[in-house]
């Protein structure tokens, strides 16, 4: 029996930040599920990460369309066409960013994180770039499915820091892949196959940073309406200090 996707959304400026550089988009339609974290200050974050859903939205809109239609890039043929879909459409998102920064000086340096998933018949694709993260909640367990584009994360895969020391890392926030750095990007993807109650949460860091995986499971588990989970999840960030842009989507298989 096929399962249904139940999916709720929501994001928030946070307690330290005057505007939200966050964007996140739901596609039902289409099954695609974007969460964009933007940088560059001033309001260069918020144009990279809104410009990081719209290409991937169009690029998605013309090739439901046209199939046929030629691709700005060369198809890997190790994956699947609906893989391939997927990383083109955020390369295309990347070429889109850094060019329009290159244009324009006040845009220089601004690129944002983009974690996306996209629901096909027989499972789901996850795609990102960055430090925005993907989870899975399943039988009363969560995975982080994604890995950190960052320079802690690269720190702690090269020598083993102590917790104390990941906790002081004074660079937390460096990302060592995001779109709009190159012309070009190299995009993470995995598949899964989503069983029923399974629940598959897209964030950006402000709130992975502030609320803790065991934090996101109970609310997961203990919340059943998605929209009522997200806001909970936004509530527990601000708790937290808020420091930055919150923003969750919440995508849950049912029978």
């Not at 029996?1 to 988009?25: C, P, Q, Y």
């Not at 850094?98 to 694709?125: H, K, L, N, P």
């Not at 083993?160 to 892949?177: G, Q, S």
Request: with cysteine; charged share 25%; glycine share 8%.
């Amino acid at each position: 029996m096929a399962l249904r996707i139940e999916v709720a959304g929501e994001t928030n400026v946070g307690m330290k930040r005057n505007h939200n550089e966050d964007n996140f988009s739901i596609l039902e339609e289409s099954g695609l599920y974007i969460v964009a974290d933007g940088m560059g200050g001033h309001a260069s974050g918020e144009v990279a990460s809104k410009m990081a859903v719209d290409a991937l939205k169009d690029f998605f809109a013309a090739t439901a369309q046209d199939p046929e239609r030629t691709w700005p890039y060369k198809m890997d043929r190790s994956k699947g066409y609906e893989e391939n879909r997927l990383i083109t459409g955020i390369k295309l998102a990347n070429l889109r960013i850094y060019e329009s920064a290159q244009r324009d000086a006040r845009q220089r340096g601004m690129g944002t994180t983009i974690v996306s998933m996209f629901a096909v018949e027989d499972g789901v694709y996850v795609a990102h770039v960055g430090d925005s993260r993907v989870y899975r909640v399943r039988d009363g367990k969560i995975e982080q499915l994604t890995e950190d584009h960052s320079l802690l994360n690269d720190y702690i895969k090269m020598k083993r820091l102590t917790p104390e020391e990941i906790a002081n890392f004074p660079h937390k926030n460096v990302i060592v892949r995001a779109l709009g750095m190159k012309d070009t990007v190299k995009v993470d993807t995995r598949y899964e196959q989503p069983r029923a109650n399974d629940v598959y949460l897209l964030c950006s860091d402000g709130l992975s940073g502030p609320v803790t995986d065991d934090e996101m499971l109970q609310i997961c588990t203990t919340v059943p309406d998605l929209k009522g989970a997200a806001a909970k999840m936004i509530e527990y960030a601000n708790k937290a200090g808020g420091p930055d842009n919150i923003t969750v989507v919440l995508a849950r298989w049912v029978q």
